[in-house]
T-cell receptor
Framework: DTGVSQDPRHKITKRGQNVTFRCDPISEHNRLYWYRQTLGQGPEFLTYFQNEAQLEKSRLLSDRFSAERPKGSFSTLEIQRTEQGDSAMYLC????????????????FGPGTRLTVL | AQSVTQLDSQVPVFEEAPVELRCNYSSSVSVYLFWYVQYPNQGLQLLLKYLSGSTLVESINGFEAEFNKSQTSFHLRKPSVHISDTAEYFCAVQGTFGNEKLTFGTGTRLTIIP
């Protein structure tokens, strides 16, 4: 296993279309995260899963966004009715559960999916 | 809630010169601190981290960072930079309990001048 993979790497779509991105985490990592990075900004947290449960969602995740991790392995992020403001790099990261009593766990990032909405 | 400030969006440095990339954070709870690096056309990679203990932490490629609790800072330094250090550097924090997400700064683009 060489790391977190994301598909596609690039996506160009027209405003109003739906898009779906996939993230495959490192094998046996039970935690999976989605971040969004716009030009000139650092990554911003969107949501995270522990196994198949979605445990936290950012207010950035509007009703048009939905993320799933149905079997606790890969995850999908869907954006409905895309808007030009959705243009960004979408990053996925995974980690294993930290030691008892500590929340630290190294998050390993994938290469990202760059979305351009025309 | 946490926030991270990286005041320098771009830092040009001559090759073999020293560099310091500044990072300040704000948090109502104790945090872990990280520096991530993003090389051109690559994903984010963890460069170094502070969890506890010694306030000075080092990476394998010569970078170091020092946690200063009173200044709420975690500045990144390298005594002599190389062309291969050209990248974007992100400072990040994570709450130590019950807060999984990383909060990133806006990044500093380090450009090495030959």
């Amino acid at each position: 296993d060489t790391g977190v993979s994301q598909d596609p790497r690039h996506k160009i779509t027209k405003r109003g279309q739906n898009v779906t991105f996939r993230c495959d985490p490192i094998s046996e990592h039970n935690r999976l995260y989605w971040y969004r990075q716009t030009l000139g900004q650092g990554p911003e947290f969107l949501t995270y899963f522990q196994n198949e449960a979605q445990l936290e969602k950012s207010r950035l995740l509007s009703d048009r966004f939905s993320a799933e991790r149905p079997k606790g392995s890969f995850s999908t992020l869907e954006i409905q009715r895309t808007e030009q403001g959705d243009s960004a790099m979408y990053l996925c990261a995974s980690s294993s559960k930290g030691a008892a009593g500590r929340s630290y766990n190294e998050q390993f990032f994938g290469p990202g999916t760059r979305l351009t909405v025309l | 809630a946490q926030s991270v400030t990286q005041l320098d969006s771009q830092v040009p440095v001559f090759e073999e010169a020293p560099v310091e990339l500044r990072c300040n954070y704000s948090s109502s709870v104790s945090v872990y601190l990280f520096w991530y690096v993003q090389y051109p056309n690559q994903g984010l990679q963890l460069l170094l981290k502070y969890l506890s203990g010694s306030t000075l932490v080092e990476s394998i490629n010569g970078f170091e960072a020092e946690f200063n609790k009173s200044q709420t800072s975690f500045h990144l330094r390298k005594p002599s930079v190389h062309i291969s250090d050209t990248a974007e550097y992100f400072c990040a924090v994570q709450g130590t309990f019950g807060n999984e997400k990383l909060t990133f700064g806006t990044g500093t683009r380090l450009t090495i001048i030959p």
